[in-house]
């Protein structure tokens, strides 16, 4: 196993590639039923606006969906993450991560921390939901505050993190109501409910929980090998710190050292069922990751 480490003070970046036209929408809910990428406009400002379906960082491509924003410069770029996502005891339960919000500071995107209040049942489980809505009315007072703000977007996301445990309680009363609505059970909502209060409620607990997390995850990945992916080389570890307070753990399929350039070359593989190329959200996702891991 090779490990690399790194300390990065900036990032400068121009997006060339993959870049699509963004869409106009005078309603955000609109906005986000249609599109995973947009452009907002609200009381006469303009936002470009990607939102996340988890805050987990590996589904549903939420690096792809920021990746479009960044062409933007007419106004903030706005990123929207629950704050946790609970899918009920049949699926999959996620919060959001502090290196999460970190990353989105350093790319100078503005984070808006929200929350679910509406879910349909899956028909395929029986304690499962889907089509899970945001508090569009929450967020609608947030883009107001936003487009009063002149502070960077550092000041922004560490104010939204100080706020973590207000949100949160917003978060569990929903998913214990849309329970009682739906009829589907869910994961444990007192324990849910100790984690926000014990972690979020103080930002460096919050910080080492989330590095924990993160840490069990990269090992996890980097013993794990996808057999349709073919790699010849090591896979390998890559820990990353920013001036901002940012610790970013990833890891890459293959590692290896090209003496003659003298240059670490990392190796990203994707397999596809039916083309030749990885999907374009597969690519756009190592684009973004590429911007701070080069």
């Not at 929350?115 to 499962?128: D, E, G, I």
Request: include cysteine; aromatic fraction near 12%.
């Amino acid at each position: 196993m090779i490990h690399l480490c790194g300390t990065i003070e900036g990032i400068k970046y121009k997006p060339k590639f993959l870049l699509p036209v963004l869409q106009t929408y005078y309603d955000l809910s609109e906005g986000i039923k249609h599109s995973s990428s947009f452009v907002y406009k609200r009381s006469g400002n303009e936002f470009a606006v990607s939102w996340w379906v988890s805050p987990k960082r590996t589904r549903s491509y939420p690096y792809a969906r920021v990746y479009n924003t960044l062409q933007f410069s007419k106004g903030k770029i706005v990123t929207i993450i629950p704050i946790m996502k609970d899918e009920g005891v049949d699926g999959d339960r996620d919060f959001i991560q502090w290196d999460t919000v970190a990353l989105m500071s350093l790319l100078g995107v503005y984070v808006i921390i929200g929350y679910y209040v509406k879910a349909s049942k899956n028909p395929k489980y029986k304690n499962k939901v889907t089509s899970q809505e945001f508090d569009y009315e929450y967020l609608e007072k947030k883009f107001d505050e936003l487009s009063n703000y002149r502070s960077d977007a550092l000041h922004w996301n560490m104010n939204e993190l100080s706020n973590l445990k207000q949100i949160g309680e917003k978060a569990l009363e929903s998913y214990k109501r849309i329970s009682s609505e739906t009829k589907v059970t869910f994961h444990d909502l007192a324990s849910a409910r100790k984690r926000i209060e014990k972690v979020m409620s103080d930002v460096e607990a919050f910080k080492n929980f989330s590095r924990t997390l993160s840490l069990k995850a990269q090992y996890r990945e980097s013993i794990t090998r996808q057999p349709k992916e073919r790699t010849y080389g090591n896979k390998g570890t890559i820990d990353i710190k920013n001036y901002l307070g940012g610790f970013y753990h990833f890891t890459v399929d293959e590692v290896f050292f090209n003496s003659k350039k003298n240059k670490v070359c990392l190796i990203e593989a994707k397999n596809t069922k039916n083309s030749a190329l990885p999907s374009e959200d597969d690519i756009k996702d190592g684009l973004l990751k590429d911007e701070y891991c080069i």
